[in-house]
């Protein structure tokens, strides 16, 4: 339809009958995820740190949904002359960082609640910094990294750009068996490390996000479904 011609009277009411799109706070221009799942049950940020990794004693508080690891992994790596940086993800009775800091021992601890989750991973901080976390399944008993289940890759751009990390708390058929193990559908990665206690009794799984290049800030947010 052309304006031309029309009254300014016209034009106003005109303007008031169309419709306008509400776009949700701070979901303007990303991929926030609150926009599909909406408020997360938990939030975890994870802190690089370019330097000081003897750790302050208040790195060790497990109060706060926060853990602090090294920005630099392999100078971190070289120097302190560990082999990789774990942040070992267990199942329990509520959320709760058990591990905070990294600089200590090469490793951290995060414990999730019951139930499945969404997840999802964005770079914060200092622009152009990529972080890269794989998710692992260990086997404690041969002290080897078992099952590669997928990773995720952000970088902090103008803009918070959020990326799923379902690959890395699904197990795929595909990717079971890699290791010899028959299912029928995906399967959430707890679910599946029982089904691995079943089938090979005595020996003992863990799940593990392997930090292999770090930012200045992740964020994690745990999204419940079912």
């Not at 303007?15 to 949700?24: D, E, F, G, N, V």
């Not at 991929?31 to 938990?42: D, I, R």
């Not at 994870?46 to 926060?66: F, M, Q, V």
């Not at 914060?124 to 008993?141: D, F, H, M, Q, R």
């Amino acid at each position: 339809m052309t304006l031309i011609g029309l009254s300014t009277t016209t034009l106003m009411v005109l303007a008031a009958l169309t419709p306008t799109l509400s776009i949700p706070a701070g979901a303007q221009g990303n991929n926030n995820p609150n926009k599909l799942w909406g408020a997360q049950t938990y939030l975890l940020n994870i802190l690089g740190k370019k330097s000081d990794w003897n750790g302050d004693p208040s790195y060790e508080s497990t109060d706060r949904r926060t853990m602090f690891v090294p920005e630099n992994v392999g100078e971190f790596l070289s120097l302190r002359g560990f082999t990789d940086c774990k942040i070992w993800v267990r199942q329990g009775a509520s959320f709760n960082v058990t591990d905070p800091n990294m600089f200590d021992d090469g490793q951290t601890g995060l414990t999730i609640g019951p139930g499945k989750y969404e997840v999802y991973f964005v770079a914060l901080g200092k622009p152009g910094s990529t972080a890269v976390l794989e998710g692992w399944i260990y086997n404690v008993t041969a002290n080897d990294y078992l099952l590669y289940i997928g990773s995720v890759s952000v970088t902090h751009n103008k803009r918070p750009d959020w990326k799923s990390g379902h690959d890395m708390f699904y197990v795929s058929v595909e990717e079971a068996a890699k290791i010899g193990v028959t299912i029928t559908q995906e399967m959430w990665i707890f679910d599946f490390l029982n089904l691995l206690q079943t089938l090979y009794p005595g020996t003992e799984y863990l799940y593990l996000w392997k930090l292999v290049s770090g930012c200045k800030h992740i964020q994690v947010r745990f999204y419940k479904v079912g």
